[in-house]
């Protein structure tokens, strides 16, 4: 089994800085791509940020410029750093991550229990 905890989340206040950051564990073979979602109510889940096992990025074009997603692999970490936050970023965020449990196995995904960002104007 693999487990995605998730930290950082929490109230800011507009203009603000927020850094979260998710730890991959367990049976991890190889551990490609990962990312952050967020899903706000009565909305679907989005994607805000992906970063390949090489450093190649994703952003959804309402972060571009104000959120940063880097990771550290050899601690199976990822980090999303999000400055100049507005309101309209409160949400969940969740983290994933595709995982190869052994190597000749599948990837699969796996889904942090998500963190709640709230920015207040």
């Known amino acids: 089994q693999v487990q995605l905890v998730e930290s950082g989340g929490g109230l800011v206040q507009s203009g603000g800085s927020l850094r979260l950051s998710c730890a991959a564990s367990g049976n991890i073979f190889s551990l490609n791509t990962m990312g952050w979602y967020r899903q706000a109510p009565g909305k679907q889940r989005e994607l805000v940020a992906s970063?390949?096992?090489?450093?190649?990025?994703n952003y959804a074009d309402s972060v571009k410029g104000r959120f940063s997603i880097s990771r550290d692999n050899a601690k199976n970490t990822v980090y999303l750093q999000m400055n100049s936050l507005k309101p309209e970023d409160t949400a969940v965020y969740y983290c994933?991550?595709?995982?190869?449990?052994?190597?000749?196995?599948?990837?699969?995904?796996?889904w942090g229990q998500g963190t709640q960002v709230t920015v207040s104007s």
């Open positions: 994933r991550a595709v995982v190869q449990v052994q190597a000749v196995a599948p990837s699969t995904q796996y």
């Open positions: 970063i390949t096992d090489g450093g190649r990025t």
